[in-house]
């Protein structure tokens, strides 16, 4: 059974900061990785997606990475700012045909003005 | 209205009550999710539909009881719930097949259900 990791599970940094969040899976054998933002009582916000076959994609000032072979993403945030405050959400999407995403427990990152 | 839209946003029900949540999507997609996410567990799968047919559910007891009557509409019925059954119920949607291998799934704002 697949189980998806996060660390650390909160963060509070000051704003201009670059942090680095991270996603680890037990079964490297992934459709692709998703990492989504989801807003205090709100629903969630797909930021990225990566293809198993894929290293890495960018958005702005997100970048995400994946290791498939080690079982490992992080999602790179630059010059972080307020409004990047939120809980950051990790998904995988078994390489079985089924669509069921597996998520992790999130981190719950306060950028501090 | 755009995106996916749920309804109620706040439920508060009795264990012997009946009602339903309802979610629609109006991006055209072909498949929608029913999640749920508690407060002390990682977002959970229950149903996905696929084309209005119910093509994963993931052990989800039968006092929960998904209907999709079209591509753009689920709905998630409730009867004689427990307590901790009280969660984020989360509806999503996405568009799949045959050349679309990123299927990002679009999410609502949830339906925040207290049993009492």
């Known amino acids: 059974k697949q189980e998806v990791t996060q660390i650390p599970a909160a963060l509070s940094v000051p704003e201009g900061e670059n942090l680095v969040l991270n996603c680890s899976f037990t079964d490297s054998a992934i459709y692709n990785l998703q990492w989504f933002r989801q807003d205090p009582g709100k629903g969630l916000t797909s930021l990225l997606l990566i293809q198993s076959s894929q290293r890495e994609q960018t958005s702005g000032r997100l970048n995400a990475s994946l290791d498939k072979s080690s079982g490992r993403s992080t999602l790179y945030i630059a010059a972080s700012q307020p409004g990047d405050s939120a809980t950051y959400l990790c998904a995988v999407r078994p390489g079985t045909g089924r669509r069921a995403l597996t998520f992790g427990s999130g981190t719950r990152l306060q950028v501090q003005p | ?116």
């Open chain 2, 1 to 116: 209205e755009t995106g996916v839209t749920q309804t109620p946003r706040h439920l508060v029900m009795g264990m012997t009550n009946k009602k339903s949540l309802k979610c629609e999507q109006h991006l055209g997609h072909n498949a929608m999710y029913w999640y749920k996410q508690s407060a002390k567990k990682p977002l959970e799968l229950m149903f996905v539909y696929n084309f209005k047919e119910q093509t994963e559910n993931n052990s989800v007891p039968s006092r929960f009881s998904p209907e999709c009557p079209n591509s753009s509409h689920l709905f998630l019925h409730l009867h004689t719930l427990q307590p901790e059954d009280s969660a984020l119920y989360l509806c999503a949607s996405s568009q799949v097949g045959q050349g679309r291998p990123q299927e990002t799934q679009y999410f609502g704002p949830g339906t925040r259900l207290l049993v009492l």
